[in-house]
């Protein structure tokens, strides 16, 4: 398993996360999480933060009826939407 040191060595040499996941045989996506989280500061709070309100979210929608009808309605009216831009694209 790569370990932060060695996927940060490699990309201070210069090499790109694909490269680096190819060297260390590991996922790319590991790669840039591993530089996000290095590199920018308050990466790993804000994180936390989205994963707690996504959350929230979910409890929210499990349990408040007038929520889930919200959120249900916003989704229909995206995908009425999108297939109207489709449709359009079409002709």
């Keep these: 398993m790569a370990t932060k040191g060695q ?11 694909k490269q ?3 060297i260390l045989n590991c996922n790319p996506e590991y790669v840039r999480a591993t530089r996000l989280r290095a590199l920018v500061p308050g990466y790993a709070r ?6 707690r309100a996504k959350r929230r979210s979910v ?6 009826p007038k ?5 249900i309605s916003r989704v229909q009216e995206s995908r ?3 297939k109207a831009r489709a449709q359009e694209a079409r002709a």
Excluded: C, M, N, W
């Design 7 to 17: 996927v940060l060595a490699l990309l201070v040499e210069g090499l790109t996360p």
């Design 20 to 22: 680096v996941a190819e």
């Design 46 to 51: 804000q994180f936390a933060s989205y994963e």
């Design 59 to 64: 409890e929210r929608y499990k349990t408040d």
């Design 67 to 71: 929520f889930r009808a919200i959120h």
């Design 80 to 82: 009425r939407r999108a």
